[in-house]
């Protein structure tokens, strides 16, 4: 079946560092998702990518989607404490809606 | 709005019992789902619900029955709980407009023993 690999498994970084978290599919996606879940949390949602090579930018985060629409990152610059979580990517296959598959998330860790 | 909630927030079981997990959403939402988190594994699809009255396998069905009481309600049920299923459960429902992102409930931390 589909899969949606997620790597690193867990980032540890120093408060001021860069921090990119990589997704790729099995198979080509008709768009992705990314979600944020605290410590303790749910997972709540950050931004779509659904363009060919599209870039989008939140403050200091930078989403990517492949031009070939199978492979996706996340760059954040500047880490901050309250960037502490689990990122997870999530894409729905081509001809399907409503489903997502999750990767298995990269959880990152700042230290002050 | 309270968004999706969950009930109950934390179980513990023995082997054998059965249980059922409530979850509900007050956004007019079509789409529901069933997620399971386990370590490493991310968030697995268990089954899900396109509209009231349907409901559809996921990625890991196996052990778990669900019900779409109505649009509001969707019932995930463990008729003989076993410890491989010790896990957080998510119910999400779906925007129906927008990004049609995922909105999650704050989850359920089943343990069976």
């Known amino acids: 079946g589909q899969q949606v690999m997620q790597i690193p498994q867990y980032q540890h970084v120093q408060e001021g560092e860069d921090f990119t978290t990589y997704c790729n599919s099995s198979?080509?996606?008709?768009?992705i998702q990314w979600y944020k879940q605290r410590p303790g949390g749910h997972p709540v949602f950050l931004i779509q990518l659904v363009k060919s090579g599209e870039v989008k930018k939140q403050k200091r985060l930078t989403f990517q989607f492949g031009e070939a629409k199978k492979n996706s990152s996340l760059h954040i610059t500047a880490t901050q404490t309250t960037d502490v979580g689990t990122y997870f990517c999530a894409g729905t296959a081509l001809r399907t809606t409503g489903k997502l598959i999750f990767g298995q998330g990269t959880t990152l860790q700042v230290k002050p | 709005n309270a968004g999706v909630t969950q009930t109950p927030k934390f179980q513990v079981l023995k082997t054998g019992q059965s249980m059922t997990l409530q979850c509900a959403q007050d956004?007019?939402?079509?789409?529901m789902y069933w997620y399971r988190q386990d370590p490493g594994m991310g968030l697995r699809l268990i089954y899900y619900?396109?509209?009231?009255?349907?409901?559809d396998k996921g990625e890991v069905p196996n052990g778990y029955n669900v019900s779409r009481l109505n649009k509001r309600e969707f019932s995930l049920r463990l008729e003989s709980a076993a410890p491989s299923q010790t896990s957080v459960y998510f119910c999400?429902?779906?925007?129906?407009?927008?990004?049609?992102?995922?909105?999650f409930g704050p989850g359920t931390r089943l343990t069976v023993t």
């Open positions: 956004m007019n939402h079509n789409s």
């Open positions: 619900s396109a509209s009231e009255g349907t409901t």
């Open positions: 999400a429902s779906r925007s129906t407009s927008g990004a049609y992102e995922q909105y």
């Open positions: 198979t080509t996606l008709s768009n």
